[in-house]
């Protein structure tokens, strides 16, 4: 049974910065892309970052890059985002996931960590 389990949220002024860690559980962690994604009061759930199965791919949605980071750590388990120079419009509850065996959909979730960023 796949488990992703996020921490590192909390409250930030704009311009801070946040690193959020999401460590999996379950299979080998290795083999599968990992993506984070993030859900805004009353919006839908959206894509912000993804990073291939071995690290040297990866990719970010326009409103994040040049501010935040995926990175993975396959011998830990751990997928990371660090977010900096944060804008209240970053708030949300982030979520990881992880592809599917043929990479075309996100089959795991965790169960998010807030991240809120104040004017």
């Known amino acids: 049974q796949v488990q992703l389990v996020e921490s590192g949220g909390g409250l930030v002024q704009a311009g801070g910065s946040l690193r959020l860690s999401c460590v999996a559980s379950?299979?080998?962690?290795?083999?599968?892309?990992m993506g984070w994604f993030r859900q805004a009061p009353g919006k839908e759930r959206e894509f912000v970052a993804y990073i291939s199965w071995n690290g040297h791919y990866s990719y970010y949605t326009n409103s994040v890059s040049g501010r935040f980071t995926i990175s993975r750590d396959n011998s830990k388990n751990t997928v990371y985002l660090q977010m900096n120079f944060l804008k209240p419009e970053d708030t949300a509850v982030y979520y990881c996931a992880q592809k599917s065996g043929a990479g075309e959909t996100y089959d795991y979730w965790g169960q998010g960590t807030q991240v809120t960023v104040s004017p």
């Open positions: 379950g299979r080998t962690f290795s083999r599968f892309g």
